[in-house]
């Protein structure tokens, strides 16, 4: 059975467009898996610690013998490896706030980076290729070639890397310009936004349409 991790970061709830482009995505990987399973976390709801020190210890000390915050910091990595591990795909929503990402998805990034579990300790090569991994991005802005804020996204080129020791290589969709129909400063943007929308859904639509079982 296929099995597909859901992972949504955004605070902004039913307003969210990174929530509805991992919806969309979600129906459509179902659409194209019959049959398959879940699982979905709301890192806005229920969020991961961040790294402690205790965190950080349990990397280098022995798991035997980890004191009681060092087991449970591990135990969590475990988790949330486990997670990835068990999934075909992984659809992350990613918005980009004070352009980065939100610190939520930079602690599950941080308890994915484990030597012996997500990572091989004797190659250094990384366990977790074999699952696909597609990030649904939202920017409120313009942050494209020739803009004024290019460049100031730092979301997107910060996760490639974030992930990368762990192999996965994740693939992006994205949205921008996605406050102009709440800011009235961005209101001469509104098509343009609209129409990056339209094109992000519009991806979206078009994966896995070779994956459905026939």
């Given at each position: 059975m296929s099995h597909l991790l859901?992972?949504?970061?955004?605070?902004?709830?039913?307003?969210?467009?990174s929530r509805a482009l991992t919806a969309r995505a979600?129906?459509?990987?179902?659409?194209?898996?019959?049959?398959?399973?879940?699982?979905?976390?709301?890192?806005?709801?229920?969020?991961?610690p961040h790294m402690s020190p205790?965190?950080?210890?349990?990397?280098?000390?022995?798991?035997?013998?980890?004191?009681?915050?060092?087991a449970a910091s591990w135990a969590l990595s475990i988790e949330l490896i486990e997670e990835v591990d068990a999934a075909d795909t992984v659809l992350l929503g990613l918005p980009l706030y004070n352009f980065g990402p939100p610190s939520?998805?930079?602690?599950?990034?941080?308890?994915?980076?484990?030597?012996?579990?997500?990572?091989?300790?004797?190659?250094?090569?990384?366990?977790?290729?074999?699952?696909?991994?597609i990030v649904l991005q939202a920017r409120g802005g313009g942050y494209g070639e020739g803009t004024p804020r290019e460049g100031w996204d730092h979301a997107q080129p910060w996760l490639p890397h974030g992930v990368a020791?762990?192999?996965?290589?994740?693939?992006?969709?994205?949205?921008?310009?996605?406050?102009?129909?709440?800011?009235?400063?961005?209101?001469?943007?509104?098509?343009?936004?609209?129409a990056s929308l339209k094109a992000a859904e519009a991806s979206v639509d078009e994966l896995w349409e070779t994956s459905a079982v026939v």
């Open positions: 859901h992972i949504d970061s955004s605070i902004q709830g039913d307003r969210s467009i979600a129906g459509r990987w179902h659409a194209a898996h019959p049959g398959s399973s879940v699982t979905y976390r709301d890192l806005a709801v229920d969020p991961i205790a965190g950080a210890e349990a990397r280098f000390v022995p798991v035997d013998q980890h004191n009681e915050a060092q939520t998805v930079k602690a599950w990034v941080d308890h994915l980076i484990a030597p012996g579990l997500s990572i091989d300790a004797a190659t250094g090569e990384g366990k977790l290729g074999d699952t696909e991994m020791l762990t192999g996965l290589e994740p693939r992006f969709i994205t949205a921008e310009l996605t406050l102009a129909d709440v800011n009235p400063q961005m209101a001469d943007l509104r098509d343009l936004a609209a």
